[in-house]
């Protein structure tokens, strides 16, 4: 399993757990209403409506800003049903989140539907509100407790997102998100993004994570007490009916389309000091040619992660029609154009429907992927069709 | 002022009013409980809460597309008083704008804080979120519907954003906005963001806005009667106390640091289809030097609009530390330096805490401005101290 996955960006690490605390770690002295709380006090008007207990204060700087930052955070230690602010709830009997979003003005594109990249981010948004709301975020960036102790963190391996329909500036939808098993170590997480005003699902998603040792670099098994923690919160569902099991080659040089020197900014830097996943997409979809994008929209996305990619690492971006591709036409597409009537000609002159990606860093002596990933397209249409007319 | 000022970006378009409606615009023909609201029947679950009018059909595509995309946006055409899905109320007495919003996992930099570009996208989203409370947004961009029927839009000429603090990863925020007059023919648009927990104010911000006729892209007067709609909004109330008032001088070829062959990207273009605040202010801060970047935080940005940017436009980002401007010193850097019994010479030595920007396209025979601006950085503390220890 090692040697097909990758330690990973992202600071998505998601994960949801229920379980004990640890007695050790610097914020865990707590005391609600007790004699060391005096900074609620002092803090003057305190509106949030948590439950939030205090850490305990060292008297050194770090543990201030420790403080500070936990009082402003405001991060649950306790599972929470309802959050006022993050128009967030616990649903599927207390295990699964829901959270109903509008679509932002900012998070759209041209033509007025939401960006793909927009979708990655409120997933990831609603992703590490679950693990907020479950009262067992340690660390901010999703491990359990459990997982704190046995130094592990998160790593995603795949991830997929199917769009059927794009939503559009003002529009409310709801998100729904819960975790499930995978394998013996690993965990999904799925998405479902649904229209609030119909109900009609416009988004689905499923990702795969797992865990590695955050000296080592190194994937882990899954230890028991964090099993424990986390199988809890496993729902038995799928956001996705069937996960595409076809593999997603490798580029190389040949490839069709290649952008070289692509170098992390630092606007593209997450908390863990990695580039986001928005970047990573953005670099992979800007090697396709514009005039493909300007007639097509995304519809299906895989992601394959492999290497973490940090600011001083210089990319390479490489991408493939899949309709060239000598491992095999693109088959829908083709067929189709068969079908009516153009034959296998015709169906060669059309535009490519899906291509394949990869990201890689160009290292003096070797390259290292980062990702890899497919895209299937569809045609854009003048309207959505969404309601009946 | 027509000289002075320019078209603009840009999707913020922010206008308040309330006043009537035209009668000849497509989507103005409205029954609610009428005959022609059939789609309503027909659309099933309908769960938004909102009055939501319905546009008359015309029985082609691009009415069914509008009816479509007025149902999924749902924009109000009354005032409304509260949204429970934006979190927003009216406040000041109806006509300013409250809004709560949670700082997003994907609105943070590496260390936590949120970016300057969250922060401007958050300004956007309030203003426009404001007009479309009011119940008077007509084309989506915050025209009003007396800026429809003469044919008019709103353009930006001048934003000032001051940043006490930097709200953090999952800290909670109060953001008012409203409108007042500026000068016979503009309007001011102010925004305060606070800490939702202690009311503690983090940001300042105030913008200026004229009218532009949108075929000639000459700047209008204000007609009578968008006067009378918007005029009942103003507010005699300034976000920041005393608007800078020291002119951004004009860079040349001469900065000390010049950014060229900048191009727009896909993903940089707004609903106007034209290059977004945030990327104009990318350009601008990626310009500065790196090594101050890590060691210093933006306080204060004013920008000076001259003319819109659009997709196949190539820019020129220039940047000029002001500690080493003719046109003087860095006046409260070197001051303060001096009082420290550093002397001038000292101050001379520290690094700059002030840059002037300019943007401009880079044409055959001329070059032209897009936007001037001045930015004002403090060193980076180890923690904020919000909260009194």
């Known amino acids: 399993m090692a040697s097909v996955l990758g330690c990973v960006l992202t600071v998505t690490a998601v994960y949801i757990g229920g379980g004990g605390e640890s007695s050790k770690q610097k914020l865990n002295c ?36 420790a403080l500070e930052e936990h ?87 795949r991830m997929q997102v199917q769009v059927d329909h794009y939503p559009i500036w003002g529009e409310v939808m709801e998100i729904d998100t819960w975790v499930g098993a995978s394998g013996k170590n690993g965990m999904r997480r799925d998405w479902l993004l649904r229209s609030q005003a119909t109900g009609i699902v416009f988004i689905r998603a499923t990702s795969t994570w797992v865990m590695m040792n955050k000296e080592t670099r190194r994937l882990s098994k899954m230890p028991d007490e964090v099993r424990a923690e986390i199988a809890p919160w496993f729902i038995e569902k799928h956001a996705v009916e069937e996960e595409s099991p076809e593999k997603i080659e490798k580029l190389d040089a040949n490839a069709r389309y290649v952008h070289s020197n692509l170098k992390p900014k630092r606007s593209d830097l997450d908390m863990n000091h990695h ?8 670099w992979m979809l800007e090697t ?89 397209w569809r045609e854009k249409k003048h309207g959505a069709k969404l309601f009946p007319s």
Chains 1, 2 share one sequence.
């Not at 006090?41 to 948590?50: A, F, I, N, S, T």
């Not at 015709?346 to 291509?355: H, V």
Request: overall charge neutral; some cysteine.
């Open 288 to 376: 396709i040619p514009d005039e493909f994008l300007e007639k097509h929209q995304l519809s299906d996305i895989v992601l394959e992660y492999r290497k973490e990619c940090g600011s001083s690492d210089v990319v390479q971006s490489l991408c493939e029609p899949r309709f060239n591709q000598n491992t095999g036409l693109n088959g829908h597409a083709v067929s189709s154009q068969i079908l009516q009537g153009n034959g296998l000609l015709g169906a060669l002159n059309q535009r490519p429907l899906s291509y394949t990606h990869l990201l890689q860093t160009k290292g003096e002596s070797k390259n290292e992927e980062i990702v890899r990933a497919r895209t299937t």
């Open 30 to 65: 707590v005391k609600v209403n007790g004699s060391k709380s005096f900074a609620l006090e002092k803090m003057g008007v305190l509106r949030q409506d948590h439950v939030m207990p205090m850490p305990c204060i060292g008297g050194v700087d770090e543990d201030v800003d």
């Open 71 to 157: 009082l402003r955070q405001n991060i649950p230690r306790r599972k929470q049903m309802v959050d006022p602010y993050r128009l967030g709830e616990m649903v599927e009997k207390g295990v699964g989140y829901r959270q109903t979003v509008v679509i932002r003005s900012y998070e759209v594109g041209a033509d007025k539907t939401a960006t793909i990249e927009s979708l990655l981010n409120l997933l990831q948004e609603t992703a590490l509100n679950h693990v907020w709301m479950s009262g067992l975020l340690s660390d901010g960036f999703g491990a359990t407790h459990g997982m704190m102790r046995n130094n592990l963190i998160w790593v995603v391996s």
């Open 275 to 282: 580039v986001n996943n928005v970047k990573y997409l953005r």
